[in-house]
């Protein structure tokens, strides 16, 4: 009776009377397309850029009054030197915010039109999960903000220096506590663009024009954005290292020199 019973107790096991076996887990989901970034490499998180030196250039209420000195050095027969003060002014005209990334767009007023120089803050500017970029115009679609996010950032999210050198020759480096960004662009006019962040933002903007005749604006970040403290921006002098060429930005005007006031 006994074997009778084990025996009956192993048919009801084989036709699968006992419990069944405990299902295998799921799978995990898929990522979705928000958490990773069209380089594949990183997660962006707008956090991120609020976190970013290059912060301010993302705020929709930033704006930026730069003021400082120009220095046009002329050669020739009519050789001259003219020193002008200066004062620019620049706001965030449109920010853009998708998956991928933030984009903004800088306008600005009062940049000399007659300066062969080019104001490097006036652009379209565009962060991701590795930094700063620069862009031409603002990203609308996946394949637009893949290709703005590619390469090397202008700035990564964490600052590191770096070099490297090509048609222009562009540089990131920690002067004086603040991290600057610098490009130099030989040809007929050379051109050389710089602009420096510190943790309370953006604090200098620099551009050069150099061939017969040489331009140099200089220009600190009086009120970096609305609210924003200016006694917290490093003095211009440390911020502004020596022009090219014999342009002294923190000479005096010669005898013969020609003094103007180019603001507006």
């Known amino acids: 009776m006994r074997c009778a019973a084990l025996g009956f107790a192993l048919i009801v096991t084989a036709c699968g009377g006992s419990t069944p076996p405990a299902a295998a887990p799921p799978p995990p989901p898929a990522p979705a397309a928000s958490e990773v970034a069209p380089d594949g490499t990183e997660t962006f998180s707008p956090q991120s850029v609020a976190d970013a030196i290059y912060a301010p250039l993302f705020d929709e209420a930033a704006e930026f009054r730069l003021e400082g000195n120009r220095h046009l050095v002329t050669t020739g027969d009519d050789a001259a030197t003219l020193h002008y003060k ?33 104001n490097p803050l006036e652009r379209v500017w565009v962060a991701g999960a590795k930094g700063l970029f620069r862009a031409e115009e603002i990203p609308s679609t996946e394949a637009d903000w893949s290709h703005a996010l590619q390469g ?50 953006l ?17 600190s970040v009086i009120a970096p954005s609305k ?22 930005a923190n000479s005096e005007p010669a005898a013969n020199d020609t003094d103007s006031d180019a603001t507006q």
């Open 227 to 248: 609210g924003a403290p200016a006694s917290t921006q490093p003095p211009a002098s440390n911020a502004t290292p020596e022009p090219p060429g014999n342009v002294d």
């Open 152 to 201: 090397q950032p202008v700035f990564d999210a964490q600052p590191r220096a770096f070099e490297r050198k090509g048609e222009c020759r562009e540089q990131v480096a920690d002067e004086y506590d603040r991290w600057c960004w610098r490009q130099a662009c030989p040809g007929e006019p050379a051109l050389e663009a710089k602009i420096c962040f510190s943790p309370q933002g």
């Open 203 to 219: 604090v200098a903007v620099e551009a050069y024009s150099i061939s017969d005749t040489t331009d140099v604006l200089a220009l």
């Open 86 to 118: 200066v004062l620019v002014r620049c706001r965030v005209a449109e920010v853009v915010e998708s998956e991928w990334g933030m984009a903004s767009r800088i306008e600005c007023l009062n940049f000399p039109e007659d300066s062969m120089a080019v």
